[in-house]
């Protein structure tokens, strides 16, 4: 074994808390890598056995899921060098008088630089492997949460969707390929730094401790407030520049991380939530449907179909809600065939430029100095109705305009949502187009898409939307969240039989699991979201593997410090103070700089975010404040874990001690 190689393997058994945390940081980009190009690998599999051999389409999902590998992989090895690297530079800045005294007995700058780039070499041979087995069970599990996502989705298409779990030696060569350049280049960058210093300035340790006029003089405001121990931590962190700078960059770079896939993560729903509503928290869904044929009126040459008053829909409610642990939401509505439904003109100046586009170029039909719409009544049960009513500011009784519209596509996919008035009128003229008699119906309010519950919106049918306090429904929908689902559907189903009676009344009932509902999107939203959070989530403890290294090393290091500073009478609790203080200095800094990039980078996605919604940029309030919490915590905890591991050291025998 080379002598550089010998080095490094005894600097490794030295500090093997820094090593085990690089380790680990190495470990978990490669099962990152790993797990990505597998899924990759897995999606393409599946796209071929649904598509069959089609040259074009799989050629169109094939870049599709390289390009996304690319741009996954990118993010994973940037985040990756910038923590390896970070954890290399601080253990060659730690060992810097050593490559001094290494350099006056002859030690060349390749054999410098082979020293630190052997532990990288030593870290990527174990690492790799273990990252790679990693990578293949987070893929395995993340099929198997795959298929049961989908599991429902599949009960209900004409086709399944199902993911193989595939072990691609051509995804696993390429991420050890790529895990072994990132560990290379991460040890090369401060290997190549360390070998070109001077040994007698790396011996004075010139460049360890730079201490300008200014930073003597600052600090006052922080030791006024805190005392001595918040001065000797603000002189602290000053002194040590490089292990504080290499804490902040890796807390900066979760802070923006977390931030930005946080807003992503909120930005979709919110997207979804309006382009393809969904209700997510019904687990039985009860209605009260017309057939597919009505019943024949007595002439013979006409359909006819019952309704369901909303009062006695209320009372239908009132007794679903009486199971135990179950909360409702009712909706109904008076949607007719074309025939029987109602329609109003809108002037043009009540439209937003982009409906009255829309109408434009869809063959609106414009009567007058407007445009004629097709409008459905809704009503919803009386408790869900009064919050409305609140929501909007009028009083129970009014009735609601919605001001949201979903333009379907041709494929009947949504194509757009948006705002489609700018202002609307006190009272809607409705004519009756069976028999065109005229209905006057006041507007008291409206309600902004934002506004509208999932319930309304998952039942939007493209009409204009007006929600009524009283209603007789050709269609009623109860979306039912119940702790014993199974023994609810049973329960409904008696209710609805013994409240609904009319000859026939059981065609037009039907009590379903929450799965049973076509609403394909849920499963998707839910397949996204999981992996988003799942790669943020990963990211993020890379990051955090340098965090924990380098606090916990510097502690460690610097029990020398903490002995002479007890030796002249600082207290264990003001020892505590003072790490703590630093902690939180270290964590505001982070927060300072990660905070305003993140929100950055969320403006950013929101700018060139392609999204059929027209949404404002709001800011990711919630990340922000998780990201604070948890900053602070994890800096604090770890401090507080590494001190505690110097508590009963003798402050004789570490004081004489030149090295730790």
């Known amino acids: 074994m080379k002598l550089t190689a010998k080095l490094a393997y005894s600097q490794i058994k030295t500090n093997r808390n820094r090593a085990f945390w690089t380790l680990a940081g190495i470990v978990l980009s490669t099962a990152m890598l790993t797990a990505v190009f597998g899924f990759a690998s897995s999606a393409d599999l599946m796209f071929k056995e649904l598509l069959g051999e089609s040259d074009y389409y799989n050629s169109m999902y094939n870049e599709l899921l390289l390009g996304l590998s690319a741009v996954v992989g990118s993010v994973i090895i940037a985040a990756t060098v910038i923590v390896v690297s970070n954890a290399f530079r601080v253990s060659a800045g730690e060992r810097i008088k050593q490559f001094g005294a290494l350099k006056s007995v002859g030690a060349t700058k390749q054999q410098i630089a082979g020293i630190i780039t052997h532990e990288g070499l030593i870290l990527a041979t174990v690492g790799i492997p273990l990252g790679i087995a990693l990578g293949l069970l987070v893929n395995f599990v993340g099929i198997q949460i795959m298929d049961h996502l989908l599991a429902a989705a599949n009960k209900r298409n004409t086709f399944q969707v199902n993911f193989d779990f595939v072990v691609a030696w051509q995804a696993i060569l390429v991420s050890a390929v790529l895990s072994f350049v990132t560990v290379w280049m991460s040890a090369w960058l401060p290997a190549r730094k360390a070998a070109k210093m001077a040994a007698i300035d790396a011996i004075r340790g010139t460049d360890e401790v730079k201490i300008k006029a200014r930073d003597v003089r600052d600090g006052r405001l922080i030791g006024k407030l805190f005392g001595y121990e918040g001065t000797l931590a603000y002189k602290s962190l000053k002194r040590s520049r490089r292990n504080f700078r290499a804490t902040v960059v890796s807390l900066t770079m979760s802070i923006i991380l977390f931030i930005v896939a946080g807003y992503f993560g909120e930005h979709y729903k919110e997207t979804t939530r309006l382009f393809y509503p969904v209700v997510d928290n019904a687990n039985v869904v009860g209605e009260f449907l017309r057939p597919e044929k009505g019943t024949l009126?007595?002439?013979?040459?006409?359909?006819?179909?019952?309704?369901?008053?909303?009062?006695?829909?209320?009372?239908?409610?009132?007794?679903?809600?009486?199971?135990?642990?179950?909360?409702?939401?009712?909706?109904?509505?008076?949607?007719?065939?074309?025939?029987?439904?109602?329609?109003?003109?809108?002037?043009?100046?009540?439209?937003?430029?982009?409906?009255?586009?829309?109408?434009?170029?869809?063959?609106?039909?414009?009567?007058?100095?407007?445009?004629?719409?097709?409008?459905?009544?809704?009503?919803?049960?009386?408790?869900?109705?009064?919050?409305?009513?609140?929501?909007?500011?009028?009083?129970?009784?009014?009735?609601?305009?919605?001001?949201?519209?979903?333009?379907?596509?041709?494929?009947?996919?949504?194509?757009?949502?948006?705002?489609?008035?700018?202002?609307?009128?006190?009272?809607?003229?409705?004519?009756?187009?069976?028999?065109?008699?005229?209905?006057?119906?006041?507007?008291?309010?409206?309600?902004?898409?934002?506004?509208?519950?999932?319930?309304?919106?998952?039942?939007?049918?493209?009409?204009?939307?007006?929600?009524?306090?009283?209603?007789?429904?050709?269609?009623?929908?109860?979306?039912?969240?119940?702790?014993?689902?199974?023994?609810?559907?049973?329960?409904?189903?008696?209710?609805?039989?013994?409240?609904?009676?009319?000859?026939?009344?059981?065609?037009?009932?039907?009590?379903?699991?929450?799965?049973?509902?076509?609403?394909?999107?849920?499963?998707?939203?839910?397949?996204?979201?999981?992996?988003?959070?799942?790669?943020?989530?990963?990211?993020?403890?890379?990051?955090?593997?340098?965090?924990?290294?380098?606090?916990?090393?510097?502690?460690?290091?610097?029990?020398?410090?903490?002995?002479?500073?007890?030796?002249?009478?600082?207290?264990?609790?003001?020892?505590?103070?003072?790490?703590?203080?630093?902690?939180?200095?270290?964590?505001?800094?982070?927060?300072?700089?990660?905070?305003?990039?993140?929100?950055?980078?969320?403006?950013?996605?929101?700018?060139?975010?392609?999204?059929?919604?027209?949404?404002?940029?709001?800011?990711?309030?919630?990340?922000?404040?998780?990201?604070?919490?948890?900053?602070?915590?994890?800096?604090?905890?770890?401090?507080?874990?590494?001190?505690?591991?110097?508590?009963?050291?003798?402050?004789?025998?570490?004081?004489?001690?030149?090295?730790?």
């Not at 869900?384 to 979903?406: K, M, Q």
């Open 297 to 660: 009126g007595h002439d013979g040459d006409e359909q006819t179909y019952h309704t369901l008053n909303s009062v006695l829909a209320d009372e239908v409610t009132q007794k679903f809600r009486e199971y135990p642990n179950t909360t409702v939401f009712g909706v109904g509505d008076n949607l007719r065939d074309e025939d029987h439904s109602y329609k109003t003109v809108i002037p043009k100046e009540m439209l937003t430029s982009k409906m009255k586009e829309f109408l434009d170029s869809n063959g609106g039909v414009p009567v007058g100095d407007g445009y004629s719409f097709p409008i459905t009544l809704y009503a919803i049960d009386a408790e869900n109705y009064a919050e409305l009513c609140e929501r909007a500011g009028v009083s129970p009784g009014s009735n609601i305009l919605v001001n949201y519209v979903r333009i379907p596509g041709d494929n009947g996919d949504g194509k757009a949502v948006f705002t489609p008035f700018v202002s609307y009128p006190k009272t809607l003229l409705l004519t009756n187009q069976n028999d065109h008699s005229v209905v006057e119906l006041p507007l008291e309010g409206a309600l902004d898409l934002r506004d509208v519950p999932n319930e309304i919106a998952a039942t939007y049918v493209g009409n204009m939307m007006v929600i009524v306090p009283r209603l007789d429904a050709t269609r009623y929908t109860w979306f039912v969240d119940a702790a014993d689902p199974e023994g609810f559907k049973g329960y409904a189903t008696k209710i609805l039989h013994e409240s609904i009676a009319f000859e026939g009344s059981s065609e037009y009932i039907d009590v379903k699991s929450g799965e049973e509902v076509p609403f394909a999107m849920r499963d998707i939203t839910r397949l996204i979201l999981v992996f988003i959070y799942g790669f943020i989530t990963m990211l993020t403890l890379i990051g955090l593997t340098n965090v924990i290294s380098t606090i916990s090393t510097n502690v460690l290091f610097r029990a020398r410090e903490f002995a002479a500073l007890r030796s002249v009478g600082m207290t264990p609790a003001g020892l505590k103070r003072m790490l703590t203080l630093e902690s939180i200095l270290c964590s505001v800094k982070s927060l300072v700089i990660g905070v305003p990039l993140g929100m950055l980078g969320s403006y950013l996605l929101h700018r060139t975010f392609s999204s059929p919604v027209e949404l404002d940029f709001a800011i990711p309030w919630l990340p922000i404040v998780q990201c604070t919490l948890g900053v602070i915590a994890v800096t604090w905890i770890i401090m507080r874990f590494s001190l505690s591991r110097l508590r009963d050291d003798n402050i004789v025998e570490t004081i004489r001690l030149q090295y730790r």
